[in-house]
């Protein structure tokens, strides 16, 4: 098992930052991979980024390519989303999600095998 714990949701203007943690626990060296995952009411759960426990790559959903940067601490344990240049369409529960195996596209929510509880992030205009 791998338990993750979001934190750094909460409200900001538009073209504000916030800054997300995802702290993992358990059993870690398990992790393929990390997500950030995001969900409006009323939509969908969306990709918002990746990175790669192992080597450190990342990948970014097109609509926060170049604002948000995905990063990592190996020895805390803890995924970071730097978001910067918020927009209100960017408002949303962000979860962070952990990946056991290679299989699937990192960008499908299903391929995913633990997931944390949750941050709000508003978004004032």
């Known amino acids: 098992q791998v338990q993750l714990v979001e934190s750094g949701g909460g409200l900001v203007q538009a073209g504000g930052s916030l800054r997300l943690s995802c702290a993992a626990s358990?059993?870690?060296?398990?992790?393929?991979?990390l997500g950030w995952f995001r969900q409006a009411p009323g939509k969908d759960r969306e990709f918002v980024s990746v990175?790669?426990?192992?080597?450190?790559?990342?990948g970014y959903a097109d609509s926060v390519k170049g604002r948000f940067t995905i990063s990592r601490d190996s020895a805390k344990k803890t995924v970071y989303l730097e978001m910067n240049s918020l927009k209100p369409e960017d408002a949303a529960v962000y979860y962070c999600?952990?990946?056991?195996?290679?299989?699937?596209?990192?960008?499908?929510?299903?391929?995913?095998?633990?997931w944390g509880q949750g941050t709000q992030v508003t978004v004032s205009s």
């Open positions: 358990g059993r870690t060296f398990s992790m393929y991979a």
């Open positions: 999600a952990a990946k056991t195996r290679s299989y699937g596209t990192e960008r499908n929510s299903q391929t995913y095998d633990y």
């Open positions: 990175i790669y426990w192992s080597g450190g790559s990342t």
